[in-house]
């Protein structure tokens, strides 16, 4: 598994100061490995405005372009056509890319263009992460699961209680290696005397000691919650694991959708918007084309209007039908995500208790971070990808759709104990209960336990039924069935103490009383 990316321009190639990607990694046999990958051209993309002709602009671009580097022979230029992200384009725009020997040259003609009011795409100012435009662009993942595993070896009996062998036993993970310290001093020292097979070997063998033991402290905490499991996080979104544990989800994020941009033939900037907003808009937002002349060419419109500090948030979005063709950068991302997410769940669906454990182990939950943080993202006006209405859109979607299946559940008797952005948790009418009550007979019939196994069960039952009729009602009101509710425990007892903070028994399938906690935001507090 790669453990250091890189950029590096030190290096000549063919006498030209020249990209470098440098990928560190350790072998199975405990050897270092560096890969140089060579060949990348650094670019960026040059948007060619439409008031000016392509000829003319070029000239004014390679003008600013041999002033600031001194020339022609650092630079070439390129014309393509691609979509630009903001807005409906039914025809690709021209776009002018710029070509540099290493991304040293490419960041000074870049900022050079910028300066003078050029829009560019393709744009990671930054030059030290250049690696993470290359990897998004390449598809080519930086970390990896099948490489790690391949280092965890057999189980070998530990010694003393405070010793890795006992913690590592303890938690039920793979053992360290055992290397007596006096066997390794004795190892260098042989090393250090003669270079030959037999202590070429012998260095193997401490090699591989102590990458195993930097392993083991590693997966430790990952498994007691002190550290967070990166790995998973950085293949999705083609970042490195320095990457995954030193930046917010923000950049990943980023860097995901622009990597599902470029596979789209669509270019974007990642230079964050100078102008934060202030929180007041002054009217109403109408983003062109003109919605009147998409309607008249048969394209059904999906009308976004909100509220925002008092003024009127218009805009609309293109109904995608569940077209391919037609489905935004947005929707075609969140989807990939989904289906992920989905074949994990599938495939831990009949692991039962262990499906919790397994899910951290997995990273089942990064998939859902991801996506939870592609609204944030729309809403963060520092963001490239920073879209109020989108942000907005979906907020007020979201209460409109929640109002109304808690307005159609409570006319069905059901009560709303719980609710929160997109789930409820309901009670069933008093009527559903009323035969396992007189079972129960106030203690006097059944047995406590038989009697919330009945409860439960009735509940299951009832919540089912509820689920279908409250789809049906969904699909009729949206117009399609992209939007569903879905039933996922019972909990009981159970105890809400304030806003996202609740716990209780879970039963999925049947009555389970013996369950661990399901606890939600609730921190458990030991004294004494």
């Known amino acids: 598994m790669p453990t250091e990316v890189s950029d590096d321009t030190s290096e000549y190639v063919n006498g030209v100061s020249s990209y470098i990607l440098r990928i560190t990694g350790t072998l199975i046999n405990g050897q270092k490995a560096v890969v140089k990958i060579t060949g990348i051209k650094p670019f960026f993309d040059v948007e060619v405005p439409e008031e000016m002709s ?231 937002y109408v983003f062109p084309p003109r919605a009147e002349s998409l309607k008249e060419s048969g394209i059904k419109l ?35 995500l989904l289906i992920r997410r989905n074949t994990l769940k599938r495939r831990l669906a009949p692991l039962n208790d262990r499906k919790e454990e397994l899910e951290k182990e997995i990273s089942l939950a990064e998939a859902k971070v991801y996506m939870n943080t592609f609204y944030g993202e729309a809403r963060n006006s520092g963001s490239p990808f920073f879209l109020r209405a989108l942000a907005g859109g979906v907020t007020s979607a979201g209460q409109r759709n929640i109002k109304l299946i808690a307005d159609l559940v409570r006319s069905k008797r059901f009560g709303v104990k719980y609710g929160d952005t997109d789930s409820l948790y309901l009670v069933c009418p008093e009527e559903c209960f009323q035969e396992c009550d ?27 039924r509820l689920r279908d009729e409250v789809n049906d009602f969904l699909k009729n009101d949206n117009g399609s069935s992209y939007l569903k509710m879905a039933y996922e425990e019972v909990l009981f007892p159970v105890v809400f103490t304030g806003k996202k903070k609740y716990y209780g028994i879970p039963h999925r399938r049947q009555p389970n009383f013996n369950n661990k906690l399901f606890i939600r935001g609730v921190e458990i507090v030991k004294r004494g």
């Open 54 to 284: 392509l000829s003319t602009f070029k000239t004014r671009l390679v003008n600013i372009l041999s002033n600031t580097l001194k020339g022609t022979s650092k630079f070439g230029i390129e014309n393509i056509n691609a979509f630009p992200l903001r807005g409906y384009h039914i025809e690709k725009k021209s776009y002018i890319r710029v070509i540099t020997w290493n991304q040293f040259d490419r960041y000074n003609a870049l900022k050079a263009v910028r300066e003078v009011g050029i829009c560019t795409a393709s744009d990671d100012l930054t030059p030290i992460y250049y690696y993470r435009k290359v990897a998004r662009e390449k598809r080519l993942p930086l970390s990896s699961w099948a490489m790690l595993s391949n280092y965890f070896h057999e189980y070998i009996q530990g010694a003393e209680k405070s010793s890795l062998a006992y913690y590592l036993k303890e938690c039920g993970l793979d053992n360290k290696l055992d290397m007596p310290f006096q066997r390794m001093f004795k190892y260098y020292g042989m090393a250090l005397k003669e270079t030959n097979a037999t202590t070429a070997e012998q260095m193997r063998e401490v090699a591989e000691y102590c990458i195993i033991d930097a392993i083991s402290c590693q997966r430790l905490m990952v498994k007691h919650n002190a550290i967070n499991e990166y790995r998973e996080v950085a293949s999705v979104a083609f970042i490195s694991l320095y990457d995954s544990h030193y930046f917010a989800v923000g950049m990943k994020v980023r860097n995901l959708l622009s990597a599902g941009a470029w596979q789209e033939g669509i270019l974007t900037s990642t230079i964050p918007c100078e102008q934060m907003e202030t929180g007041k808009y002054p009217g109403a």
């Open 302 to 336: 999906h009308v976004i209007n909100f509220k925002y500090n008092g003024w009127d948030v218009l805009a609309w979005s293109i109904e995608h039908g569940n077209q391919a063709e037609m489905k935004g950068l947005y929707p075609k991302v969140l989807e990939e």
């Open 438 to 464: 007189e079972a129960y007979d106030s203690g006097n019939g059944i047995s406590k336990e038989e009697y919330w196994s009945r409860m439960v069960n009735i509940s299951m039952e009832e919540i089912e």
